[in-house]
């Protein structure tokens, strides 16, 4: 900072001094003060707030060079407000407290977006070892008997961890790959039905879907989700029969299977929380169904699972 610098940042103070020292000498003329005397109380006024000024010139360049210096041996300059000198004066302290908000949102900012980082890194990590284990038994059919039937239902495993990553990935812009139209809830049902029947087939499941209604929303989204908790129940329970209804504006799938422990119920749709099922089936990443709620939340569409361990497990999709 140059002096001229801090002189303009003083300039409706010095305004005020020099017009009240201009008002202080014509009252001391006007009460009869000889000129000497008017001139040497404006010559030691003016020494004084030179004097002032001086002192404040230095002393703000000292703070400056400290903050500046502080500022370059940062690290991570969003830091910066909280380990700013403590204020001086009434409008410093208002300012050190909105310097030290914005610096402790951005800390916050910087730490959300570091375990989103993380959680990526290794849900990309789980998800290449899941895909190996379908690429690994594409090859062995292929070098063994070749049967069509096999392959086929390697490859859709491998496509639907494709697009289960992408659709992960695409979470946060999902809005930009979101088209809104009337669509037929039987419609979707049967698409996501059809899409998985090798893997259905392959679990020994069946498959009973029943009703019907038109709603405005994203039918590949509505799709996915359908076909996630089919893949689901297919994953956890074979030779277990899987119901799809479509009534009141709510899809409600439902299976017989091994159901979900009460204690982990509300955890299930956590980021990378597997439970118990998962960690005995082996390989799973926990992704499945947090995809699925925060796919629902996007299209305003309320999601409700119900289970009793070994007896079902039900999931609401309210419209």
């Known amino acids: 900072m140059t002096f001229v610098e801090f002189l303009s940042s003083k300039a409706v103070t010095l305004c005020a001094l020099m017009l009240g020292a201009l008002l202080s000498g014509s009252c001391l003329l006007f009460a009869g003060a000889s000129h000497a005397f008017a001139a040497f109380f404006e010559c030691l006024f003016f020494s004084v707030v030179a004097l002032w000024l001086a002192a404040g010139f230095l002393w703000d360049r000292h703070r400056l060079r400290q903050l500046e210096l502080l500022l370059t041996e940062l690290p991570q300059q969003y830091l910066l407000g909280e380990i700013l000198p403590k204020p001086v004066g009434a409008v410093e302290k208002k300012y ?122 994203d039918a590949k989204s509505l799709c996915f989700i359908l076909k996630q908790l089919l893949i689901n129940s297919a994953n956890y329970c074979p030779g277990c029969k899987i119901q799809i209804f479509a009534k009141d504006r709510q899809i409600v799938v439902e299976d017989n299977g091994i159901g979900i422990a009460d204690y982990e119920l509300s955890r299930v749709t956590e980021r990378g929380f597997t439970g118990s099922n998962g960690r005995r089936r082996g390989g799973s990443t926990g992704m499945g169904l947090y995809i699925v709620k925060e796919l629902c939340k996007g299209l305003d569409i309320r999601f409700r699972i119900e289970s009793q361990q070994n007896v079902y497990t039900r999931i609401t999709l309210a419209f």
Not at 127 to 146: F, M, Q, R, V, Y
Not at 191 to 214: M, N, P, W, Y
Request: glycine share 2%; net charge negative.
């Open 96 to 217: 050190f407290e909105a310097m030290q908000a914005v610096s402790r949102s951005a800390i916050g900012a910087v730490e959300a977006a570091n375990r989103d980082k993380e959680d990526y890194c290794n849900y990309v990590e789980s998800w290449i070892h899941e895909l190996k284990t379908p690429l690994t038994a594409c090859s062995l059919i292929l070098s063994n008997d070749g049967d069509v039937r096999k392959l086929k239902r390697e490859l859709k495993r491998a496509d639907n961890l494709t697009e289960s990553i992408l659709y992960y990935a695409r979470l946060r812009t999902a809005e930009k790959d979101t088209t809104i139209k009337q669509v037929q809830a039987a419609a979707v049902i049967e698409e996501a039905v059809k899409s998985q029947a090798e893997i259905l087939i392959a679990s020994r499941i069946c498959v009973h879907t029943e009703g019907d209604f038109s709603v405005y929303t």
